[in-house]
């Protein structure tokens, strides 16, 4: 009898982070870090699939309602008709002739596409025994390509293009597994410098995170130009001149706005600015990123799909991907933007944070260098320190590594404590409050 | 006692036209028009706004759902409340700090704000005793102006251009509003090329079209070039060499395709390829724009929001500009649209069919002729002859023209018989099926 998904549960979690003000940027000064979390229910009571997409509180409820009118593209199919036929898998649930209309490939149905994709995925990895990070680094190049859905791309990115970018580093994976495997994967830190913390305790975070090992910092900007000023110096003063700080926008900006902040900001020496203007302006990126030089352009958290990732590598938009392992169709386009990026010769440094997140994003940066861009230059996973004890296999940090995970799946597995209590709106959290 | 929204009801209906495969294209072989609709009860019994979004069936209950979400920012408030800060009300609804996650302005949560936004247009005309084009036509440039959200597209618009802009044509608008009240607007119909017809029905549609006087043709293609070189043969033959005739590709090439086909079609010159590839990809656009010349390209009914239109403009990337008056955020965002293409010279030519885009649109392109372009050159709006029996004042079309919509509102109310009979799914209609 072969493995077949008989139910997909779908669950509404949130967590009350917005009491504590983590997570506060300029655009989200009150996020309710939560999850649109499924179940692949399966024949054999030992083996499912769990999966997420991320949101901030209200609407997470909007994403259960899509995975919900998706599932049924799911339920009774079996998990090698899905897996020997991958891209033609992702096609059905993408472009459901009826569902595409309200995308399509974008917002809400595609978050709710995400959260399904990764848990077959999740499903797919836990009935191999592996962690996502090796099924993957075990597949073959043609395996590998065989799971993209080329539409819409292959003017920047053929599946021969694809083969041969796979085929390049191939021989040597070994020796990079190894290597992950003892020293993990290179990460920098956000903890320390949201929006809502005061400069006393933003200090206290830095000097804690500095006697961790961490060497890169990121800080909220964009409330007002006083403030940034401000914070970014306190910044600089704690960390000193040679380690790197990064500052993330969060969308506040338009186009000319972006331009005239970064230069007032210029003499603290910012690595990267991070979604300067709104996610969907590729021209503007563009615009930015030539007028603030050598300062450079971040972006990719809400970038939508690979549509708009194949633009801002064509328009020369942005120097750094941050895929985000939700936002997109999940593991399936995830690899399309990795090999985008690996043609243009972008790194990947991931959105993380949230929750879940930085459980998924470890697979997607440790495959990447094992397989496809073989190099750490640049390349940093992001970290938060939140809510990791929710998952049965919560990240491990290490002097600014993530440890290699290893046990089988996605990693975003949630206790079932959790589910209870954080159940909107009726977990024990949310009906006492 | 000022008028408020006291209530915000929201139903899913759906109208089964997959069964006749009126609507019928490449990418949307089944589509059930449907749509979320919403009216605002106030605390004038006699007084409610009505409001769509449009869909083409599984999925409408997400925007049902999302609808459902912003209502909060809704109820409650005044209609003068609303109406003296136009745009703060708009950001109010598109940029809520948890919400907009969800998006942000593009998917699902865009359409429901479509919706509401246009219940509100609705309330405010109907207040007025006006149709809404008229409510838009006695607004002064300033006013005008302030219901615009300039976010992300100062680098293309600003508020002072927008002002000149409407100032241009101001003393001349008596003129306009006179003309199109004897003449009404030209049109052009899609009704006799759906994808689905066969060879008779499509000759047949195209010599009762002909017979009414349509001058203008809309044929699906991108299903396999040989039935559209039938197709296309046959379209041509029935109108003609000198009427035009525009081909519709509903987004299913990749970029070369594109060019490769509209290679094929071009012997019978077709006047527009409309959505030849991804409606995220402007940069495809302007590459098959360039390659196809003088094949003109037209897109937007996927265009999620102003500012991948401000990129289409900028990249010169299309020569019209198919608004819909569902897929951004409403009212608002249209007026940013229209004064975008005034600024850059290109014609506004509005989607419609579904159901309600025809009563909704006939108002933008009106008020953009009257305030805005003061021209008809190259400009049309589409029609459907598709679902008007159930909207209490359907459009009406004479000698290949709208004629002016009189009653109060945005057109959209729809018969409470037809909100009773479709609604999704325990309406007579799907209880039957």
């Known amino acids: 009898m072969p493995l077949t998904i008989t139910d997909v549960v779908a669950r509404d979690i949130r967590f009350p982070t917005s009491r504590s003000l983590a997570g506060s940027d300029a655009m989200h000064p009150d996020p309710d870090y939560s999850a649109a979390y499924v179940t692949l229910v399966t024949n054999d009571p030992a083996l499912q699939g769990d999966g997420l997409t991320f949101t901030i509180g209200r609407g997470n409820e909007i994403c259960v309602a899509a995975i919900k009118a998706l599932a049924p593209l799911v339920i009774g199919r079996t998990l090698e008709g899905i897996t020997s036929h991958m891209a033609a898998f992702w096609r059905s649930l993408t472009a459901e002739s009826q569902l595409r209309w309200v995308g399509p490939e974008k917002g809400v149905i595609h978050l709710a ?7 077959v995925w999740d499903l797919w990895a836990k009935s191999e025994q592996k962690p ?3 099924l993957l680094v075990d597949l073959s190049p043609e395996q590998l390509v065989s799971c993209i859905d080329f539409r819409y791309i292959t003017d920047a990115l053929t599946p021969e293009e694809a083969l041969t970018l796979l085929r390049r580093n191939e021989p040597t994976r070994a020796q990079r597994e190894a290597e992950i495997r003892r020293r993990g994967y290179p990460a920098y830190t956000t903890s320390a410098g949201w929006l809502g913390y005061s400069d006393e305790q933003m ?25 940034d000023l401000r914070r970014i110096r306190i910044m600089r003063e704690e960390i000193g001149p040679e380690r790197r700080l990064m500052v993330d926008a ?27 203007t709104s996610p969907d302006d590729v021209l503007g990126h563009a615009t930015i990123a030539k007028a603030i030089a050598p300062i450079k352009v971040a972006t990719g958290e809400h970038v939508q799909n690979r549509v708009i990732f194949k633009q801002l590598f064509q328009a020369q938009a942005f120097h750094f991907c941050q895929i985000d392992a939700c936002r997109v169709g999940g593991v399936n386009e995830v690899l399309a933007i990795i090999l985008m990026a690996a043609k243009f010769g972008i790194p990947i440094c991931p959105h993380a944070g949230g929750v879940g997140l930085c459980e998924y994003v470890q697979h997607l940066s440790i495959f990447d260098y094992i397989c496809v861009s073989a190099s750490l230059e640049d390349r940093m996973l992001e970290f938060a320190n939140h809510l990791h004890e929710h998952f049965v296999h919560p990240v491990v940090i290490e002097n600014g590594h993530y440890k290699a995970p290893l046990a089988p799946g ?12 954080y159940a909107y709106p009726d977990g024990a959290v949310w009906q006492k409050a």
């Open 113 to 119: 596409t995400a959260a399904l994709v990764n848990a």
């Open 132 to 134: 996502l990070w090796k």
């Open 203 to 227: 200090r206290q975070l830095l000097r804690e995170a500095l006697a961790k090992g961490w060497t890169h910092f990121k800080l909220k900007v964009g409330a007002n130009l006083e403030d």
């Open 250 to 276: 969060n969308q506040v900006w338009d186009v000319d706005q972006a331009i005239a902040h970064m230069k007032a900001l210029a003499p603290y020496n910012p690595w990267w600015i991070e979604e300067p």
């Open 410 to 421: 996605y990693s975003a597995t949630m206790l079932p404590e959790t589910l209870d209590a």
